[in-house]
């Protein structure tokens, strides 16, 4: 199994801004996507429409709460379409549901203006966090066992969150 992580680009939107894509594949086999283009990024709220790309699943605005860095904004964005309240609509976002769990957006501290791929694998137990910027180093981090009964949103939280401090912490 390759341990290479293929980045991809953002989707634009019609407004000329980044949309932050993810997928997630299910145990089953299925595949689900989605693209969250944000509306508004204010310190502390973060707004966006999500776009599934499967016709039995309806657009919807989603909103969150949360830590005002321009890190955590894009987190939680992609958590409030991802998270617990879309199990409903896509069952593989669920506990011992989902197998991959791939998430893509821009990368907010690159001057290069690079993206970062935000990457969940349930069969490893592993989250890594991959950016276009050749000078970054891909980092990968153990999913702990008392994390594993999680939903997919919830977990990447998580855990990239984890990812993101030790990323940002001095070496």
Known sequence: MSSTFQIDTAYPDEGGGAGYAFHIVGLNGVVTSAIV???SLTPGLVIGV???QDPLCMSSVVSTEGDPSPWFQRLFLIYAAAGPTSVRVVPELAAHKWAIFCATFPDPSSAAQGN???????ARWEI???STDPDE???RLRIPAALRDLD???MMLEMATRLVRKRSSPA
């Open 37 to 39: 283009r944000p509306t």
């Open 152 to 154: 997919a949103g919830s």
């Open 50 to 52: 999500c776009e599934w």
């Open 137 to 139: 180093l891909t980092m």
């Open 128 to 130: 890594a966090l991959a």
């Open 116 to 122: 970062i791929r935000i990457s969940l694998k349930s």
